[in-house]
């Protein structure tokens, strides 16, 4: 990059090396292109990497080694990296203000020169994009990593300041309700708001993913933007076609018969209000991204597509890679830790959907103490809900809210399940002891 001096370079590596908060800020703003200093590259790709999958800064020592493992010549020689990076680990810190005010400045000029560098590509093409040219120019200037200042209770001139924090602007605030209306009268706020880390959790097969689902449609429905990720056996393929039989109502097994033409059809005939341009999947195999790693992509995903997902499911937590696999109790309290965070600062309601205990998985009920492998989570989640099955091909299920961070919990609601068209809706307990009755008959 020529829009950064080598003296700005310096000080935002210095900056980015001694202080994790900084670093977490900044992690999705800045990339190695940003620096010309080949050495400083190579830290800096050492130092996101450490980060991600830690949570803390390498010490000089770690650094060294790291450098070491990531090493290739076209970094030049690697004892002037390493006598350039000790230079940075040995220098005395700035005050905190001015490294604010030099890193701010090292993010914005890269960004403002990435922008006209794509303007410049765009006219030589006849082909220019001027919101999209808006949109990276604004996010380049108005970047802030002021940290959180306390707030005084008899402040009235902040209320609606901490209240847009919390929700959004008055004109757009963020209060998703869930899917099953009388759920949403045990929340604090009747909705599930920005910040907040809840699980869903249900034996296999039971259906956790179609609830997840028809949350997902909810949501969009509501306006709200969805990013459903699928951790396992599901194609985005799959996903089109659940997500298409919830709406419609139409069962799985029609729209797979569809020809490609008619299934176009179908999803722009059901996607006349926008509710599945809201709605975006991904997909890994088991064992693909350790949690670090996913959060980097999404973080990656939004900046790249200039999104924002109000609502991010995770489905399911057990097919991330484990990045401490000796301690299963301390790795699922590290993920669970990593996901609070990204929740908070991404300002998004994060679901994630697992499976309890095998001991649990044929209990209609399912308490808080069956999450399986660390009981950490238990002590993270904002929220946990589960989902109770008899036996995989029973058609009612009871939901439990099992913990409740902001008020009630030890509710139950009763569902009926339809696997064929993806659906699931709230019923009576009259209606759920009824259909319990014919399953019963039906095995006699």
């Known amino acids: 990059m020529k829009g950064t001096s080598a003296e700005i370079q310096d000080i935002a590596l210095k900056a980015l090396i001694n202080d994790p908060y900084i670093l977490s800020k900044c992690m999705g703003e800045i990339t190695e292109s940003y620096f010309a200093n080949l050495s400083y590259k190579l830290a800096y790709k050492c130092l996101k990497k450490y980060y991600t999958k830690y949570m803390v800064i390498p010490t000089a020592e770690d650094m060294m080694a790291l450098l070491e493992d990531d090493y290739s010549p076209e970094y030049g020689e690697m004892d002037t990296i390493k006598t350039e990076i000790k230079t940075i680990y040995a220098r005395g810190v700035s005050s905190e203000d001015f490294l604010y005010e030099k890193l701010i400045e090292f993010i914005r000029r890269n960004k403002i020169e990435l922008c006209l560098s794509k303007v410049v590509r765009h006219m030589e093409n006849q082909a220019i994009d001027l919101d999209e040219v808006a949109t990276d120019l604004r996010d380049g200037v108005s970047l802030t990593l002021t940290k959180t ?34 759920v949403n009268a045990y929340f604090q706020y009747k909705a599930l708001i920005p910040g907040t880390l809840n699980m869903i959790t249900a034996a296999p097969g039971r259906g956790k993913s179609t609830l997840m689902i028809n949350q997902g449609v909810s949501t969009a429905q509501q306006g709200y933007r969805v990013l459903h990720i699928f951790l396992g056996d599901m194609s985005k393929y799959d996903g089109l076609l659940r997500y298409l039989s919830c709406i419609s109502g139409v069962a799985t097994s029609k729209l797979v018969d569809m020809s490609t033409a008619d299934l176009s059809k179908f999803v722009q005939k059901y996607n006349m209000t926008g509710v599945l341009s809201l709605v975006d999947v991904l997909t890994y195999a088991a064992g693909e991204l350790t949690v670090g790693q996913l959060i980097e992509e999404i973080t990656m995903l939004q900046k790249e597509q200039h999104k924002h997902y109000h609502m991010i499911i995770i489905d399911y937590d057990e097919n991330l890679t484990e990045e401490d696999s000796e301690n299963m109790y301390k790795s699922g309290g590290q993920v669970y830790n990593k996901l609070a965070l990204f929740a908070t600062l991404n300002k998004s309601v994060v679901w994630v959907v697992s499976q309890p205990k095998p001991e649990f998985w044929s209990k209609e009920i399912i308490t808080l103490e069956a999450a399986a492998e660390s009981s950490k989570k238990q002590k993270i989640i904002d929220l946990m809900m589960s989902m109770g099955k008899t036996s995989k091909d029973s058609a009612v299920a009871t939901l439990y809210l099992a913990k409740n961070r902001r008020s009630e919990d030890c509710k139950i609601f009763r569902l009926k399940v339809d696997g064929a068209t993806a659906r699931i809706i709230h019923i009576t307990e009259e209606e759920y002891a009824t259909a319990k009755q014919t399953e019963r008959h039906a095995k006699e």
């Open 149 to 182: 200042e306390a707030y005084n209770l008899a402040d009235v001139s902040k209320i609606d300041n901490i209240k847009t924090d919390a929700f959004g602007s008055s004109d757009s605030p963020v209060a998703i309700r869930f899917f099953i209306d009388s």
